[in-house]
């Protein structure tokens, strides 16, 4: 008898709350009407006549939101491939710039013979063909002391504390100044902003990240566009960014295999070349020399 009551009255309970979320639903559903109505009742009516007021209709949010999380997927890919083409470019620098420490000298000679005989041989002549070779002759030499006089330093060396924090701020300066993510009428800026997290990156340079950040952090806040959030828009962005990545692998696979590049990764053998390099530059200007030397016995003869 006494598990009989118990059952009982857990059937009275449960019945008991049916009927008070069945209760609970209608008031929501009365609320919802008597909300409906009043929307109704303030929205303006056509003129006796007029075309009625169409009002769009709403776009379905998970549209939305699945555009724009594939576009968060393809902006964190960017942010990798660019940090990828980066520290790529940074290791080519590296090699290029031993690469002149080791060698800047002995092509400096050559291109000053080249340059010196090509002119003498043009003032024989009078040959359009040897003036022209002669003027190309000096324009290589006047673009090498060019680069000569512009040579740019070293970046620091970094432990990996300090690397670790920099790929850090990379990541989050390029994710928040990338000119893809503004209108028209930002992109310039942005795009300036971009170049300097580039640089920045490749440079090593900590402190002119932290900067930028803090440029970015004192930037008035971007007013909304409700146009922006449509999906026509997400996914000219989405294709937008697709296309910026495409370009991003691209470089990288452009990077890969050129001849610098493959040298640079072979750091262990950087001596055996410069030292090879080195040789042919030094048998050019013997030769170069030689014939400088011919010429002038030619004309004295």
Known sequence: EAEAEAEAEAEAEAEAEAEAEAEAEA???AEAEAEAEAELA????????AAPILVPAAIPDPVCEELRRKIADVENRIVTLAEREA???RTLQDFQLAQFRALGQFLADCLRLRHELARRRAEISQDDDDIAAARSAADDERAYRDTVEGEAKPPPEIDEGVADELKRLYRSAAMRCHPDRVGD????????????????????????????????????EAVA??????????????????????????????LQIEPDY???????????????ARRGFELECEA?????????RSVAA
């Open 185 to 220: 009428a930002d992109k310039a800026a942005a795009q300036a902003r971009f170049v300097r997290v580039q640089k920045a990156f490749r440079d090593r340079d900590v402190a002119a990240l932290r900067q930028l950040l803090r440029e970015l952090d004192a930037l008035p």
């Open 262 to 276: 493959r040298r640079a990764l072979d750091r262990g053998g950087w001596d055996a070349y410069f030292d090879a």
């Open 87 to 89: 520290e790529m470019q």
């Open 27 to 29: 008031e929501a559903e």
């Open 42 to 49: 303030v929205r303006p009516r056509p003129a006796p006549g």
């Open 288 to 296: 170069l020399q030689r014939e400088l030397d011919g010429m002038a």
């Open 225 to 254: 566009d409700a146009a922006a959030d449509q999906p026509a828009a997400l996914e000219a962005l989405l294709s937008t960014l697709r296309a910026r990545a495409a370009e991003l692998i691209l470089a990288i696979q452009t």
